[in-house]
Nanobody, 119 residues
Framework: QVQLVESGGGWVQPGGSLRLSCAAS????????IGWYRQAPGKQRELVAA???????NYADYVKGRFAISLDNAKNTIYLELNSLKPEDTAVYYC?????????????WGQGTQVTVSS
């Protein structure tokens, strides 16, 4: 497993933007799938965006066209750009990765970073 530390959250007004960062303690492998999740109070954690190291992406319908996931492999850092934010986007955001050799996601979640969207 690797350690994951999220940062970059905060409070923004509707329509605003944020850029979240996720620092990993080790290298991200070429076949890994990286992802961002979010969890609102009283709800289960859900997948928001996923990306292969090779560049293929997949987004939840409710964030398509607004969010963008990226990777800086040299820095072992995963990013999520959030644009046109809505109050419904308010949640704690987490990163994780799936490694084919494991057959599952990283065992440990980070503490997440809070995103609050309100006027």
């Amino acid at each position: 497993q690797v350690q994951l530390v999220e940062s970059g959250g905060g409070w923004v007004q509707p329509g605003g933007s944020l850029r979240l960062s996720c620092a990993a303690s080790g290298s991200i492998f070429s076949l890994d799938v990286i992802g961002w999740y979010r969890q609102a109070p009283g709800k289960q954690r859900e997948l928001v965006a996923a990306r292969t190291v090779g560049g293929a992406t997949n987004y939840a319908d409710y964030v398509k066209g607004r969010f963008a996931i990226s990777l800086d492999n040299a820095k072992n850092t995963i990013y999520l750009e959030l644009n046109s934010l809505k109050p419904e986007d308010t949640a704690v955001y987490y990163c994780n990765l799936y490694r084919p050799s494991w057959g599952h996601k990283n065992d440990s979640w980070g503490q997440g970073t809070q995103v609050t969207v309100s006027s």
